[in-house]
């Protein structure tokens, strides 16, 4: 896959000439993009028009250096990280409450989202003129999963919100149209799943391209959203039993090249490419390692066990006074700690050789992320470049939603066992104990999926579909040396606010959701 922004052209005008709410932003056709009459000429134009759908990928999320899936932005929503930059004001909103005004967030990820789906749209409506046969059954495959992807986010993040699957094109811009509900926006995205499971490519996953099994991966989430365990539990084994992918024996390569491209573990991911296609504003190691703009919560860091297994109480492995030692190895792939040098893969050099909290932008109290760092960049700064792809699914999360799906389906049997096994295994930590009861063991899964895919941005997402959302995050306290900084999360937050800008250019019809 390429970020051609060449290759916009139609796609960019369904995009420029968005609806997202059913309204134009603009009355005018882009003079520099080519209108519907000038494309679908050729067998090309189907390859470039997929492409550019595959663009909205590195779509911004309003705020300086990072895009909405750069995914450990996102657990700064959580109990997790905290963004000291307020970065497209979600610092803001974290501590003081989303509103319909809040940070860029709340109006770029809702834009973002039907963006993509006009686009998809679009090429929906006009790629059988140019292509058919297999190629075209595996481009309308492609684009029905971008389609779910994204109104998957709109679910997710808004609820119930609009429904359009018509070509940009031929709806009328100076009507109106009101939301559906949550229950039916995910109907549609099972829909577009399904037909795009029964088009893609039964492969491993390689080259930015969705394949059937990404498909099938994306569904299982649905299913675990909607609580449909024992389905989601059945295709999460079908993905399983398939034996095309496995766990990387290296944690820490699934999130820096070159080493991502090898990994049989990524199933999905935002694909970069230097020099072409580069992050957002800046490399990662920059953002995350020089300017520390995500750092770890000591809540997050107290999560992990020793090495044994057991809670740093009750381990016989576990020496007081020296914390950051024997303990499960993703705690020191995925943070710095102090005192860490070279040994320790710091990546800086001189006054700066020995990690230290209060210098260079680390903020005592929190940690400095590890995780996503290439090991061999040397003192990252502005001007740095990284590629690393953003990684949207992995084996592993196949692995534990089956556990989670299975456990709370049919309680903790020898399969659910199995899986966590896999995860925990690879990483060094010993087996789960036997016997545990159901109850336990979905507080043992619950606790696998936070440190396995810490800065990973599912965190969020997790605490929302399990109900504790509110349990954890209002009035959680990210620094305990800042006891007074404390986030705020509301029932109504379990839907965010429709942009105001939305709803203003779409009343009386649209209406926003309640609460705000």
Same mark, same amino acid.
């Given at each position: 896959?390429?970020?051609?922004?060449q290759?916009?052209?139609?796609?960019?005008?369904?995009?420029?000439?968005?609806?997202?709410?059913?309204?134009?932003?603009?009355?005018v056709?882009?003079?520099?993009?080519?209108?519907?009459?000038?494309?679908?000429?050729?067998?090309?134009?189907?390859?470039?028009g997929?492409?550019?759908l595959y663009?909205?990928?590195?779509?911004s999320?309003?705020?300086?250096?990072t895009?909405?899936?750069?995914?450990?932005?996102?657990?700064?929503?959580t109990?997790?990280?905290? &963004?000291?930059?307020?970065y497209g004001?979600?610092?803001n909103?974290?501590?003081?409450?989303i509103t319909?005004?809040?940070?860029?967030f709340?109006?770029?990820?809702?834009?973002?989202?039907?963006?993509a789906?006009?686009?998809?749209?679009?090429?929906?409506?006009?790629?059988d003129?140019?292509?058919?046969?297999? =190629?075209?059954?595996?481009?309308?495959g492609e684009a029905?999963?971008?389609?779910?992807?994204?109104?998957f986010?709109?679910? $997710?993040?808004?609820?119930?919100?609009?429904?359009?699957?018509?070509?940009?094109?031929?709806?009328?811009?100076?009507?109106?149209?009101?939301?559906s509900?949550?229950?039916?926006v995910?109907?549609l995205?099972l829909?577009?799943?399904d037909?795009?499971?029964?088009?893609?490519?039964?492969?491993?996953y390689g080259?930015?391209?969705?394949?059937?099994?990404?498909?099938?991966?994306y569904?299982v989430r649905?299913?675990?959203? $909607?609580k449909?365990?024992?389905?989601?539990?059945?295709?999460?084994?079908?993905?399983?039993?398939?034996?095309?992918?496995?766990?990387?024996?290296?944690?820490?390569?699934?999130?820096y090249?070159?080493?991502?491209?090898?990994?049989?573990e990524?199933?999905?991911?935002v694909?970069?490419?230097?020099?072409n296609?580069?992050?957002?504003?800046?490399?990662?190691?920059?953002?995350?390692q020089?300017?520390?703009?995500e $750092?770890?919560?000591?809540?997050l860091?107290?999560?992990?066990?020793?090495?044994?297994?057991?809670?740093?109480?009750s381990?016989?492995?576990?020496?007081?006074?020296? %914390?950051?030692?024997n303990?499960?190895?993703?705690?020191?792939?995925?943070f710095?700690?102090?005192?860490?040098?070279?040994?320790?893969?710091?990546?800086?050099?001189?006054?700066?050789?020995v990690?230290?909290?209060?210098?260079?932008?680390?903020?005592?109290?929190?940690?400095?992320?590890?995780?996503?760092?290439?090991?061999s960049?040397?003192?990252?700064?502005?001007?740095?470049?990284?590629?690393?792809?953003?990684?949207?699914?992995?084996?592993?999360?196949?692995?534990?939603?089956?556990?989670?799906?299975?456990?709370?389906?049919?309680?903790?049997?020898?399969?659910?066992?199995a899986a966590?096994?896999?995860?925990?295994?690879?990483?060094?930590?010993?087996d789960?104990?036997a016997?545990l009861?159901?109850?336990?063991?979905?507080?043992?899964?619950?606790?696998?999926?936070?440190?396995?895919?810490?800065?990973? &941005?599912?965190?969020y997402?997790?605490?929302?579909?399990?109900?504790?959302?509110?349990?954890?995050?209002?009035?959680?306290? %990210?620094?305990?040396?800042?006891?007074?900084v =404390?986030?705020?999360?509301?029932?109504?937050?379990?839907?965010?606010?429709? %942009?105001?800008?939305?709803?203003?250019?779409?009343?009386?019809?649209?209406? $926003?959701?309640p609460?705000?």
């Open positions: 896959m390429k970020k051609c922004q290759y916009i052209l139609l796609i960019a005008v369904a995009a420029t000439t968005l609806f997202s709410g059913c309204k134009k932003i603009l009355d056709m882009p003079p520099d993009e080519l209108a519907t009459s000038q494309f679908w000429k050729t067998p090309e134009d189907a390859d470039k997929l492409t550019a663009n909205y990928l590195y779509a999320s309003g705020g300086y250096a895009s909405q899936f750069s995914v450990f932005a996102w657990d700064n929503f109990d997790d990280s905290y &963004g000291q930059y307020n004001g979600g610092r909103a974290l501590t003081s409450g319909p005004q809040s940070g860029d709340v109006n770029a990820y809702y834009v973002n989202s039907y963006q789906i006009a686009a998809v749209n679009s090429f929906l409506a006009n790629v003129k140019v292509i058919s046969g297999d =190629k075209l059954t595996l481009y309308k029905y999963f971008l389609r779910a992807f994204n109104y986010w709109l679910a $997710q993040l808004y609820g119930n919100t609009v429904i359009i699957t018509e070509d940009p094109f031929t709806v009328d811009f100076t009507s109106s149209r009101a939301k509900s949550r229950e039916d995910l109907k995205v829909t577009d799943l037909a795009a499971i029964a088009a893609l490519p039964d492969v491993a080259d930015g391209h969705a394949v059937k099994a990404t498909a099938q991966g569904k649905v299913l675990m959203f $909607q449909k365990y024992a389905e989601a539990a059945a295709l999460a084994n079908t993905i399983i039993t398939a034996n095309k992918y496995s766990l990387n024996a290296s944690y820490a390569g699934n999130f090249k070159p080493d991502q491209n090898n990994s049989k990524i199933m999905f991911s694909r970069y490419l230097r020099a296609i580069l992050h957002q504003d800046v490399a990662i190691a920059v953002n995350l020089r300017w520390k703009g $750092q770890g919560t000591q809540d860091i107290d999560e992990y066990e020793a090495a044994d297994g057991k809670d740093t109480a381990s016989a492995v576990y020496v007081k006074g020296k %914390p950051y030692e303990r499960d190895p993703r705690m020191r792939l995925s710095f700690f102090p005192g860490d040098t070279k040994a320790q893969g710091w990546p800086f050099t001189g006054a700066l050789s990690a230290t909290p209060g210098k260079d932008s680390w903020t005592t109290g929190y940690y400095a992320v590890k995780k996503w760092l290439d090991p960049l040397v003192d990252p700064d502005y001007g740095t470049i990284d590629d690393n792809d953003f990684v949207l699914l992995r084996y592993a999360d196949i692995l534990l939603m089956y556990a989670e799906a299975q456990n709370e389906a049919a309680g903790p049997d020898g399969t659910v066992y966590i096994k896999l995860v925990r295994n690879r990483a060094n930590m010993p789960l104990p016997g009861s159901q109850a336990d063991m979905r507080t043992r899964i619950r606790h696998e999926r936070r440190v396995e895919f810490a800065l990973e &941005g599912l965190r997402f997790d605490l929302r579909r399990w109900g504790i959302a509110k349990q954890k995050l209002n009035g959680f306290i %990210p620094n305990p040396l800042q006891p007074t =404390k986030t705020k999360y509301q029932d109504n937050y379990e839907f965010w606010p429709i %942009p105001q800008s939305e709803i203003d250019r779409n009343a009386p019809v649209l209406l $926003q959701n609460g705000y």
